[in-house]
């Protein structure tokens, strides 16, 4: 069956890192898209990045645009979320997801403060 695990969480500085992964297996990882949302208390879930299956196209959210990146390796079935520059407000649940299959991870959750 589909599993995705994200891993990675926890608590960071303000303008710190982290590193999300996001383990993928029981479909064909390296034939589909995908993507990070987020997801904070009384907020919308948000896109935060999405990446094509080979991962030569990516897109960002407008407000991670030049402070994240998104990567994955195929031969590794994960896809990668890094995250720099972090502010409060990118505290969040962060999912993976796989565009087109509707499958979901249990999330991470990363919470930014000092």
């Known amino acids: 069956q589909v599993q995705l695990v994200e891993s990675g969480g926890g608590l960071v500085q303000p303008g710190g890192a982290l590193r999300l992964s996001c383990a993928a297996s029981g479909f064909a990882f390296s034939s589909y898209a995908m993507r990070w949302f987020r997801q904070a208390p009384r907020k919308e879930r948000e896109l935060v990045a999405r990446?094509?299956?080979?991962?030569?196209?990516?897109y960002y959210g407008d407000s991670v645009e030049g402070r994240f990146t998104v990567c994955r390796d195929n031969t590794k079935n994960a896809t990668y979320l890094q995250m720099n520059s972090q502010r409060p407000d990118d505290a969040a649940v962060y999912y993976c997801?796989?565009?087109?299959?509707?499958?979901w991870g249990q999330g991470t959750q990363v919470t930014v403060s000092s």
């Open positions: 997801t796989v565009l087109g299959l509707g499958y």
């Open positions: 990446i094509s299956s080979s991962g030569t196209n990516t």
